[in-house]
């Protein structure tokens, strides 16, 4: 009789599978080198009978299937094959006894299984619950159904049965209603709605009631599903839970450590105002202190504050200006752990007319004693009439905000120059470009005037006390294969996920439990949502693209397009079901338009916008923005993917675990160096001594050096065009890092500034390598030197037109020095103090010496250069490094984003 069940190591029975046997034997065959297909299917077949043969429709143990294979590997003479094959086992099983360690349990599910070590370590680490001993009382699969069942809620209360879009009906809100009542009693399919499910469901059922929306009371709702009436809803929570722990899509942090949780606040983006009097500041620390403590990031303009020296009238003493009061918020997110799970984290924006300006630049210098702002990324907000001051040479005004008059006047140059040398330095201040996030900005008149403020990490540009929840999916999911085994990207899959995961996010605004009443009231008036992707550098890999080509880059555009498209696509219908956004009407889109830039360049549709538009214009949009793109660091690394839409940060490095230290390599680098037979534990040493990367080794093939390209071997520029292809086609705007070798020089800032300026990105975040953690230590003995990135030639080509296409531009950009790598190499931009100038260091941070720090000076330096949970957990000292425009810890994904 033929085998038809096999029984997992944690009892279960599941189906017999030949293919999962031919995929090991293959892995195998693989790393020796062997690529012989009729082989390997003869393999298969003996090992398949000789199953049969010895079971005779019997249950076998998956132990004594792996010892077949063993051994009908050694009869066929394939003794290095049965050697890689024991040794696969091997590993499998030290792996396993890493994960029962990592979860504390005993037996792993199939779910902890598909994750991998690390995925899980940061999963335990920071998302899943604990008791009140700090021990882990939730394991994986808990945590993802919990976030899908909360998810769905609003689909029952959207349902046609109970739910009318137009309103009517006089069934009251309930207010004493106790949520722990029920807890156990009500379930949708075979998921169980805990307490604080319960808490949500009737939150929003109030809310809906007192719209006169909800066709029956309560307490029939809650009859309804004890009696299965929305069992349908079963398959929904199924898909949301399937496509989460396949990895397919992953929401931002807040929503999967709270959902169904205390807390149950979800979003992670909020903006808070801050007006120019003591009651508005003292608001507004208390506000950080609600939001981030909840979970969320907060961003903030100082510019309606009065300069530093300015007359306060109460008491006739002079004001201590913007930069001092960020300094309180500071301290108030210092003592903040969000959500029990790390400090806050701020975005700090001055505009750049503000007297203060100047002290704000360089507001996070370092100098012995001075509090360096820990908790904020900072940004200057630039506007068009900067840049024309600049192109035409024209001293600028700086206005004092309390009585718009000017106080003096400056050198735009000197200013733009100054500000590039603090970005090159200390990787502070970032630019925010005010003029191209509101040049499409179709909410400006429903909200009665231009965005100014954005989140931490700056991908989402909101109004004051408006929030913004997030969710990034997986690319690399959707690259296929054909019969020959030819990569194919599946966008009619990518489509369907696209509009399932904005579905998600407009849930999560109904069972959101916002932190302030403004923020539930704003955030509702737009709904805005934010569909984001992660995972482009593995996807380019699989598919054969480098990222740092036109191939490339018009892979970036289409995935935006789709990304945006699709997302529409869900809000134009969820308004037929559920109504628009609230200021729907208000808005610029009952016109015709849209916030996407892409949207007005014809030749760059993929996709049918004519269409679309005329249905926005027909019945609305549910929400009144759908994209963005925000860094994923822990995110991605339980999705088992590259961040966000970054290159990846080393192709292989070390990593040390309980059971010792290993490499770790890339999976799509690892599978390609096995299918060529390239696999060796001598050259995974030889890439991770050459910083993680491929390029300059001999070993390794020149189209596999083209392909598998990290951060660092793109150059600035192709980084700049990778930002501003997807920005064409996202309704918010990305989070990327500007990577630059340690040698790069002000000039290349400056040009870097312009570039992304005039291609249409909406911000710009420059980390030049070295300039986070080159004043914190020294590295001794000669080093390999990096292979120097080039620029592809369709960046040569891009910055010669941008330049050429206007002249004035050549004052602040040599296109043939650039292009050379000598820009600004021959001359000094500025006379520093040998305080103020890091020293050139070329050695990457995995090949330092341990830092001999100063015990008073670990508090200073966490979150600034060194992971503060690694520290505070296990005592050691992890360099972050820069990705997303966040710093990020590469061993556990804390950032400085609280979305990631």
């Known amino acids: 009789m033929v085998v038809e069940k096999v029984m997992k190591r944690d009892g279960r029975i599941v189906p017999f599978d030949k293919d999962r046997i031919r995929w090991a034997i293959q892995r195998a065959m693989l790393e020796k080198g062997v690529r012989d297909e009729k082989l390997l299917n003869r393999v298969v077949r003996r090992v398949v009978r000789r199953i049969n043969e010895l079971y005779d429709g019997r249950i076998p143990h998956i132990e004594n299937i792996q010892d077949i294979v063993e051994l009908e590997l050694m009869r066929v003479g394939l003794f290095d094959v049965a050697k890689a094959y024991i040794l696969y086992r091997k590993k499998k099983a030290e792996i396993r006894e890493e994960k029962k360690k990592i979860l504390n349990k005993d037996r792993l599910d199939d779910i902890d299984k598909r994750f991998s070590i690390n995925a899980l370590r940061v999963l335990a680490s920071r998302y899943l619950q ?132 205390p807390l149950g606040m979800l979003s992670a983006c909020f903006v808070v105002p801050i007006e120019d009097d003591m009651e508005s500041i003292m608001k507004a620390a208390h506000d950080v202190a609600m939001i981030q403590k909840a979970g969320g990031g907060t961003g903030l303009n100082f510019s309606k504050l009065r300069p530093e020296g300015d007359l306060v009238g109460t008491t006739t003493g002079a004001a201590s200006g913007p930069v001092s009061f960020m300094h309180l918020i500071d301290a108030v997110s210092d003592v903040i752990k969000q959500g029990g799970v790390r400090r806050g984290a701020n975005m700090g924006i001055l505009e750049v007319w503000h007297p203060d300006i100047e002290k704000f630049i360089h507001a996070k210098e370092r100098n012995t004693g001075t509090n360096v702002l820990s908790n904020f990324n900072i940004s200057v907000g630039l506007w068009g009439d900067f840049w024309e001051a600049l192109k035409e040479g024209k001293r600028y005004p700086l206005i004092n905000p309390r009585t718009g008059e000017k106080v003096k006047e400056v050198d735009p140059k000197s200013l733009f120059e100054e500000l590039a040398y603090m970005a090159w330095s200390k990787a502070d201040p970032g630019v925010v470009f005010f003029d191209v996030i509101n040049r499409r900005n179709v909410l400006a008149e429903a909200k009665g005037g231009p965005i100014r403020a954005t989140n931490p990490c700056g991908e989402e540009p909101l109004y004051e006390y408006e929030s913004c929840n997030l969710a990034s999916i997986n690319l690399a999911k959707f690259v296929k294969y054909d019969e020959e085994g030819k990569p194919y990207f599946d966008w009619d899959e990518y489509a369907h996920v696209i509009q399932k995961v904005a579905k998600y996010l407009d849930n999560a605004i109904d069972v959101n439990k916002f932190p302030l009443p403004e923020i539930d009231h704003n955030t509702k008036l737009t709904r805005r949502i934010g569909v984001g992707m992660m995972g482009l550098a593995d996807a380019l890999f699989k598919l054969g693209i480098p990222y740092n080509s036109e ?134 040493k030889k890439i991770s001594d050459n910083y993680g990367s491929v390029q300059g080794l001999e070993e390794i093939p020149e189209d596999m050096q083209r392909i598998f390209v990290t951060s660092m071997d793109v150059h600035w520029l192709d980084h700049i065009l990778a930002q501003a292809n997807i920005q064409l086609w996202l309704t918010d705007s990305a989070s990327k890092t500007i990577n630059m070798p340690n040698d790069a020089t002000v000039e290349d800032v400056k040009a870097a500034y312009l570039l992304a300026y005039k291609l249409g990105c909406k911000g710009i975040t420059v980390y030049r390598d070295g300039s986070l953690s080159v004043q914190v230590y020294s590295v001794e003995g000669e080093k390999k030197k990096r292979v120097p990135a080039k620029p592809s030639d369709y960046a040569m080509k891009k910055l010669k037109a941008v330049v050429e296409a206007e002249p004035w531009l050549e004052k602040f950009i040599n296109v043939e020095a650039i292009l050379s790598g000598t820009n600004g190499k021959r001359k000094l931009t500025f006379s520093v103090s040998p305080l103020t100038v890091p020293k050139p260091v070329h050695e990457h941070p995995h090949h330092a010496e341990k830092p001999d720090i100063p015990e008073e000076k670990i508090k200073e330096l966490l979150g600034v250069v060194y992971c503060p949970v690694c520290y505070e957990r296990d005592g050691e000292l992890v360099e972050l490094k820069m990705e997303s425009g966040c710093a990020t810890c590469p061993r556990c994904g804390w950032s400085k984003c609280v979305i990631s």
């Not at 308004?575 to 360049?601: C, I, M, N, Q």
């Open 130 to 261: 604990r008791d009140e001993k700090g021990k882990i009382a939730e394991s994986p699969r808990e945590l993802f159904e919990r976030v899908a069942v909360l998810s769905v809620i609003p689909d029952v209360l959207h349902d046609p049965s109970v739910f009318s879009k137009e309103g009517g009906f006089d069934h009251r809100p309930v207010y004493d209603f106790k949520a722990e009542d029920y807890e156990g009693k009500l379930s949708i399919g075979r998921f169980r709605l805990n307490r604080y499910h319960i808490e949500r469901l009737v939150s929003l059922y109030n809310e809906l009631a007192s719209e006169g929306k909800m066709k029956v009371p309560l307490e029939e709702i809650l009859r309804m599903i004890e009696n299965g009436a929305f069992d349908c809803y079963e398959d929904e929570i199924e898909e949301y839970f399937r496509l989460m722990t396949e990895q397919v899509f992953m929401p931002n942090t807040p929503a999967l450590i709270n959902s169904g949780r």
């Open 551 to 684: 191939e490339g880059f018009a892979f970036m555009r289409k995935a935006a397009e789709y990304l945006t498209f699709y997302a529409y696509k869900y809000s134009v219908e969820a308004a037929k079901k559920r109504g628009t956004f609230p200021l729907y009407e208000k808005s610029r889109y009952k016109d015709g338009e849209l916030p996407v830039e892409g949207f007005y360049h014809r030749e760059t549709w993929n996709l049918s916008w004519d269409e679309l538009v005329e249905e926005i214009k027909r019945y609305g949009v549910r929400n009144g923005m759908v994209t963005t793109c925000p860094p994923t660091g822990s995110v991605s690394m339980i999705a088992d993917t590259s961040s966000g839409i970054e290159p990846i940060f080393a192709l292989v490095y070390k990593k040390s675990v309980t059971v010792g230290e290993f490499y770790y390599v890339d999976p799509v680098f690892e599978a390609e160096l096995k299918k060529r037979g390239l696999w060796s534990d001598e050259i995974l």
